[in-house]
């Protein structure tokens, strides 16, 4: 269900006068606590606060180039950019050999499709088109909100790949080229295919019924109609109902085909037979002058409903991302290969075992391999979920998929990028998806009993009207199939489901699954990973021990002043102690530190023994771990950083809250043990287990599962893929892993685990909901079905109070939506 | 009663023209993407903000 669309018109304009009071709401561009900084960017004359370099560098760049409109009419803050990633990666891109991978060529003209992470309304895709347009070169850009794509076409000889996702890239957007869309296409196809069908099944149905009223109405009032206009409203019926009926209807009746090939009985087979059934004795009825009934109204609304429930279902489906799309943005498309003393840049698909490259600070490894020399620190969030860089020495393993932090490295590949960790990730989440445990195979399963029984009950029927009164047999079977005819029960679920789905929406909980609140309703275990989950994977300075003179305060101001102008991940961790002091004559060192002069003296921060070399000490201790950053100046060493993750401000209620509601918490993460404990305890966890490998995790997740516990697991990262996908629900972080996104059941949009409880109040009320529905549908069927049987009910009457029982359903779904209060806002 | 003769066929022809138009629309993407498209108004060339000029005086 799409989040709530605002006419823009009607959002209040930023004006001159709320420009002051925003300095405490925080960053203009991505709405971050501004934590002390200072910068300001210039919005059409107006000085607006931003959090850091990144925003403040896309925030003049919009305005400056007079798409400051996107601050007016966006309906969520931007994503912040990260700079950390070199602004000329995007270069590799330019190259003939690279380029071909994505980039389809007619005449004169280049085009892509690229697929836009952080693109999160109309007014993005707006700034997007709005920039590509701009471009020298450019002949059509097309940016698709709902589904984060773009389409964009440019003269080959005046710009290349490399320049457009450049400028994608300068907008604080993260552009992936898709080598590949025909999952897009075939999407689109599908969609496109459903909407026709609705449209006919709608269109067909509403005839039908102008037609079939004033048949009935002469029926009720006891007049005779015209016999020229009856045949006239009957022949028009048949000629409206025949494409309903065969272009409408055709994926029931081929889905229907499909299961009684393979053996069984599906929700489509009773529903073929009742159509096929009322089709043709309509269209006999139609030429015959035997009088009989004619049975279109119920055949098109029958397929009406059904296609409207089918389109529902495509939709929710289409959500979904494909996990080798998911993946294949996982890997850069290009590494530097190193040929006889050369840096070459190639394709990563052509990188073979043996290969020396070159990976330069902030890119993606593009293969698993071995590390040549000296040190390196990266971070392997993406495999492991520790957020935190590891150091890694020469002759190391290096993974596919991880970050490289500060030094340029040369490695020697081990493995193609077909046969890396990443990928065997991946493959191990086919196998756990595959072993799924699927609510709805248990529902189709009793469905199909009902059926059997349904069918039976039909050919009782006949059987028996046709020894007692053969002229009333057709019309009792017919009223006994339609009646019968599950209907209401088909969409008592997806009309509970969707709309709870709208209502979690609009709380900032995307239902990815179809069946995942049906799950959620019944999870009495939630397994948290850590990192990026309860804590929001960035770093902050946990503690400082002051090892001379100088306090804790001023030892914070000086660390801060030194680090502003670094980019390093960890830097950030101090951004937020930042007085506005701003050192000069900083000097980066490529992983080792920063440093520069604070208010006359010179300072260091970053490794030890980097800061032991500026007093001229050679340290002697071996280096820590990279979450230990140490301050020092000519003479001594200052103080000493504990750097750690940052709990979400969510994190510590969740856990009672759960427990309010009979759920017990659990901490599953890769970190060492005292950081979970850490964690645990201030969320209130009691059950936490550290140092769990991907292997691991999934092992303990289906451990629970043998116990009867349902389990739902919230996560981030690619390591928590397969986790995510054999728990009975699983929850995503919005800025987790894509491929993480591909194997939940439901998106934490919001970032705010405070919903998570609300959520599963929300699913239990659905099933709840659902279940009335179901029981009033089973009383209808059930009820009804003897009646019919007895020949007590004419087909029309069945049809009418099929329809009724499906809007009953329907209307008491609606009760799952979230109430409008008065002035339009939402009550809780 | 009879006009009905008449009036029904021509429901039908509208009917059918409808569906024309409908499925011309599916298939030239009118209905792939139904937020984006309300911002095309803001597509064309924003007009440059007039240069500030001091009110005129009252005449």
Same mark, same amino acid.
């Given at each position: 269900m799409s989040a709530r669309t605002v006419d823009p018109l009607l959002l209040p304009h930023r004006s001159a006068e709320t420009a002051p009071e925003s300095a405490n709401q925080g960053c203009f561009h991505c709405g971050e606590p501004l934590l002390g900084s200072r910068l300001v960017a210039q919005i059409d004359g107006r000085s607006e606060p931003v959090c850091c370099q990144g925003c403040l560098a896309v925030a003049e760049l919009i305005a400056g180039a007079g798409l400051s409109d996107y601050y007016r009419f966006r309906e969520r803050v931007a994503e912040r950019p990260t700079l950390t990633e070199q602004q000329d990666a995007w270069s590799a891109y330019s190259l003939p050999d690279v380029a071909a991978q994505f980039v389809r060529s007619s005449g004169e003209c280049d085009s892509a499709t690229f697929a836009i992470? &952080?693109?999160?309304?109309s007014a993005c895709s707006w700034l997007v088109d709005q920039s590509l347009a701009r471009l020298d070169g450019v002949r059509e850009a097309s940016t698709n909100a709902s589904t984060g794509r773009a389409h964009v076409s440019w003269d080959r000889d005046r710009l290349d790949l490399g320049a457009v996702l450049r400028a994608i890239a300068r907008l604080g957007y993260r552009p992936h080229p898709l080598g590949d869309d025909n999952l897009v296409q075939a999407q689109q196809r599908e969609r496109r295919n459903a909407l026709k069908r609705l449209l006919v099944s709608g269109f067909g149905m509403m005839q039908v019924m102008m037609f079939a009223i004033a048949i009935y109405a002469a029926q009720i009032a006891g007049e005779r109609m015209q016999p020229e206009l009856l045949a006239l409203f009957r022949g028009v019926s048949l000629l409206v109902a025949t494409p309903v009926m065969f272009y409408a209807g055709a994926p029931i009746f081929r889905s229907a085909w499909a299961s009684v090939r393979a053996g069984g009985v599906g929700m489509d087979v009773p529903v073929s037979a009742a159509l096929l059934l009322a089709y043709s004795a309509s269209v006999w009825n139609t030429f015959s002058d035997s009088g009989g009934e004619i049975y279109f109204d119920s055949v098109t609304m029958f397929i009406f409903f059904l296609t409207l429930a089918r389109f529902v279902q495509m939709s929710l489906r289409h959500r979904t991302t494909e996990v080798s799309d998911a993946l294949a943005r996982q890997l850069p498309a290009c590494a530097h290969r190193v040929v006889d003393g050369e840096i070459v840049d190639a394709p990563t698909s052509d990188l073979r075992p043996s290969d020396v490259i070159l990976v330069r600070p902030g890119e993606v490894i593009p293969a698993d391999g071995e590390l040549l020399q000296g040190d390196a620190s990266v971070n392997e969030a993406l495999l492991t979920g520790e957020s935190l860089p590891v150091r890694r020495r020469a002759g190391e393993q290096l993974t596919a998929g991880s970050v490289n932090i500060d030094a340029p490295i040369y490695m020697r590949v081990s493995a193609t990028a077909a046969a890396s960790g990443l990928r065997r990730i991946a493959a191990m989440l086919q196998r756990a998806q595959a072993h799924k445990p699927a609510l709805a195979r248990a529902a189709d399963a009793a469905a199909a009993r009902f059926l059997r029984y349904v069918l039976l009950g039909a050919g009782l029927t006949a059987a028996i009207w046709l020894a007692v009164d053969p002229t009333r047999a057709f019309e009792a079977t017919l009223a006994v199939l339609v009646v019968a005819c599950p209907c209401a029960f088909a969409i008592a679920m997806p009309a509970a489901l969707s709309a709870s789905a709208a209502h979690l929406a609009r709380k900032g909980v995307l239902i990815v699954q179809p069946d995942a609140l049906e799950s959620l309703a019944g999870v009495d275990r939630v397994v948290f990973d850590k990192t990026g989950t309860l804590t929001r994977g960035e770093v902050s300075v946990q503690r400082c021990i002051p090892l001379a003179e100088l306090d804790e305060a001023q030892c914070m101001r000086i660390a801060a002043a030194l680090e502003r102008a670094s980019e390093h991940p960890l830097a950030r961790a101090f951004a937020s102690l930042s007085s506005g002091e701003i050192a000069d004559d900083v000097h980066t060192f490529a992983g080792a530190g920063v440093e520069g002069v604070v208010a006359g003296r010179r300072y260091r921060i970053g490794s030890p023994r980097f800061v032991a070399e500026l007093r001229g000490a050679a340290s002697a201790e071996a280096e820590l771990a990279a979450t230990v950053v140490a301050l020092g100046d000519e003479q001594r060493e200052l103080a000493r950083f504990e750097l750690r993750d940052t709990l979400r401000e969510?994190?510590? &209620?969740v856990a009672s809250a759960l427990r309010e509601r009979g759920v017990v918490s659990e901490i599953l993460s890769g970190d060492s043990s005292e950081a979970v404990a850490a964690i645990a305890s201030r969320c209130g966890v009691t059950r936490q287990f550290a140092r769990r490998d991907p292997t691991e995790k999934l092992s303990h997740v289906q451990a629970l599962q043998a116990e009867g516990r349902r389990v739902a697991m919230i996560g981030d990262g690619v390591n928590d893929a397969p986790v995510l996908a054999a728990a009975d629900v699983s929850i995503a972080m919005a800025r987790g892993a894509g491929l993480a996104h591909a194997s939940a059941d439901m998106v934490l949009v919001g970032e705010n685990l405070a919903v998570l409880p609300e959520a599963i109040d929300v699913a239990r009320r659905t099933l709840r909901v659902a279940r009335q529905n179901m029981i009033w549908a089973a009383v209808y069927n059930f009820g009804s079905l003897p009646l019919a049987a007895l020949g007590f009910i004419p087909p029309w009457v069945a049809a009418l109070g099929m329809s009724l029982s499906s809007i009953a359903v329907v209307l008491n779904a609606t009760r799952l939506l979230p109430r409008r209060t008065v002035n339009g806002g939402v009550a809780p | 009663m009879s006009i009905l003769f008449i009036l029904v066929p021509v429901t039908l022809v509208l009917v059918v023209l409808a569906g024309w138009a409908f499925f011309w629309a599916v298939g030239a993407g009118q209905f792939d993407d139904l937020k984006s498209p309300a911002w095309d108004v803001l597509r064309e060339e924003q007009p440059q903000p007039p240069p500030e000029e001091p009110a005129r005086p009252e005449q």
């Amino acid at each position: 269900m799409s989040a709530r669309t605002v006419d823009p018109l009607l959002l209040p304009h930023r004006s001159a006068e709320t420009a002051p009071e925003s300095a405490n709401q925080g960053c203009f561009h991505c709405g971050e606590p501004l934590l002390g900084s200072r910068l300001v960017a210039q919005i059409d004359g107006r000085s607006e606060p931003v959090c850091c370099q990144g925003c403040l560098a896309v925030a003049e760049l919009i305005a400056g180039a007079g798409l400051s409109d996107y601050y007016r009419f966006r309906e969520r803050v931007a994503e912040r950019p990260t700079l950390t990633e070199q602004q000329d990666a995007w270069s590799a891109y330019s190259l003939p050999d690279v380029a071909a991978q994505f980039v389809r060529s007619s005449g004169e003209c280049d085009s892509a499709t690229f697929a836009i992470d &952080g693109l999160r309304c109309s007014a993005c895709s707006w700034l997007v088109d709005q920039s590509l347009a701009r471009l020298d070169g450019v002949r059509e850009a097309s940016t698709n909100a709902s589904t984060g794509r773009a389409h964009v076409s440019w003269d080959r000889d005046r710009l290349d790949l490399g320049a457009v996702l450049r400028a994608i890239a300068r907008l604080g957007y993260r552009p992936h080229p898709l080598g590949d869309d025909n999952l897009v296409q075939a999407q689109q196809r599908e969609r496109r295919n459903a909407l026709k069908r609705l449209l006919v099944s709608g269109f067909g149905m509403m005839q039908v019924m102008m037609f079939a009223i004033a048949i009935y109405a002469a029926q009720i009032a006891g007049e005779r109609m015209q016999p020229e206009l009856l045949a006239l409203f009957r022949g028009v019926s048949l000629l409206v109902a025949t494409p309903v009926m065969f272009y409408a209807g055709a994926p029931i009746f081929r889905s229907a085909w499909a299961s009684v090939r393979a053996g069984g009985v599906g929700m489509d087979v009773p529903v073929s037979a009742a159509l096929l059934l009322a089709y043709s004795a309509s269209v006999w009825n139609t030429f015959s002058d035997s009088g009989g009934e004619i049975y279109f109204d119920s055949v098109t609304m029958f397929i009406f409903f059904l296609t409207l429930a089918r389109f529902v279902q495509m939709s929710l489906r289409h959500r979904t991302t494909e996990v080798s799309d998911a993946l294949a943005r996982q890997l850069p498309a290009c590494a530097h290969r190193v040929v006889d003393g050369e840096i070459v840049d190639a394709p990563t698909s052509d990188l073979r075992p043996s290969d020396v490259i070159l990976v330069r600070p902030g890119e993606v490894i593009p293969a698993d391999g071995e590390l040549l020399q000296g040190d390196a620190s990266v971070n392997e969030a993406l495999l492991t979920g520790e957020s935190l860089p590891v150091r890694r020495r020469a002759g190391e393993q290096l993974t596919a998929g991880s970050v490289n932090i500060d030094a340029p490295i040369y490695m020697r590949v081990s493995a193609t990028a077909a046969a890396s960790g990443l990928r065997r990730i991946a493959a191990m989440l086919q196998r756990a998806q595959a072993h799924k445990p699927a609510l709805a195979r248990a529902a189709d399963a009793a469905a199909a009993r009902f059926l059997r029984y349904v069918l039976l009950g039909a050919g009782l029927t006949a059987a028996i009207w046709l020894a007692v009164d053969p002229t009333r047999a057709f019309e009792a079977t017919l009223a006994v199939l339609v009646v019968a005819c599950p209907c209401a029960f088909a969409i008592a679920m997806p009309a509970a489901l969707s709309a709870s789905a709208a209502h979690l929406a609009r709380k900032g909980v995307l239902i990815v699954q179809p069946d995942a609140l049906e799950s959620l309703a019944g999870v009495d275990r939630v397994v948290f990973d850590k990192t990026g989950t309860l804590t929001r994977g960035e770093v902050s300075v946990q503690r400082c021990i002051p090892l001379a003179e100088l306090d804790e305060a001023q030892c914070m101001r000086i660390a801060a002043a030194l680090e502003r102008a670094s980019e390093h991940p960890l830097a950030r961790a101090f951004a937020s102690l930042s007085s506005g002091e701003i050192a000069d004559d900083v000097h980066t060192f490529a992983g080792a530190g920063v440093e520069g002069v604070v208010a006359g003296r010179r300072y260091r921060i970053g490794s030890p023994r980097f800061v032991a070399e500026l007093r001229g000490a050679a340290s002697a201790e071996a280096e820590l771990a990279a979450t230990v950053v140490a301050l020092g100046d000519e003479q001594r060493e200052l103080a000493r950083f504990e750097l750690r993750d940052t709990l979400r401000e969510s994190a510590p &209620g969740v856990a009672s809250a759960l427990r309010e509601r009979g759920v017990v918490s659990e901490i599953l993460s890769g970190d060492s043990s005292e950081a979970v404990a850490a964690i645990a305890s201030r969320c209130g966890v009691t059950r936490q287990f550290a140092r769990r490998d991907p292997t691991e995790k999934l092992s303990h997740v289906q451990a629970l599962q043998a116990e009867g516990r349902r389990v739902a697991m919230i996560g981030d990262g690619v390591n928590d893929a397969p986790v995510l996908a054999a728990a009975d629900v699983s929850i995503a972080m919005a800025r987790g892993a894509g491929l993480a996104h591909a194997s939940a059941d439901m998106v934490l949009v919001g970032e705010n685990l405070a919903v998570l409880p609300e959520a599963i109040d929300v699913a239990r009320r659905t099933l709840r909901v659902a279940r009335q529905n179901m029981i009033w549908a089973a009383v209808y069927n059930f009820g009804s079905l003897p009646l019919a049987a007895l020949g007590f009910i004419p087909p029309w009457v069945a049809a009418l109070g099929m329809s009724l029982s499906s809007i009953a359903v329907v209307l008491n779904a609606t009760r799952l939506l979230p109430r409008r209060t008065v002035n339009g806002g939402v009550a809780p | 009663m009879s006009i009905l003769f008449i009036l029904v066929p021509v429901t039908l022809v509208l009917v059918v023209l409808a569906g024309w138009a409908f499925f011309w629309a599916v298939g030239a993407g009118q209905f792939d993407d139904l937020k984006s498209p309300a911002w095309d108004v803001l597509r064309e060339e924003q007009p440059q903000p007039p240069p500030e000029e001091p009110a005129r005086p009252e005449q």
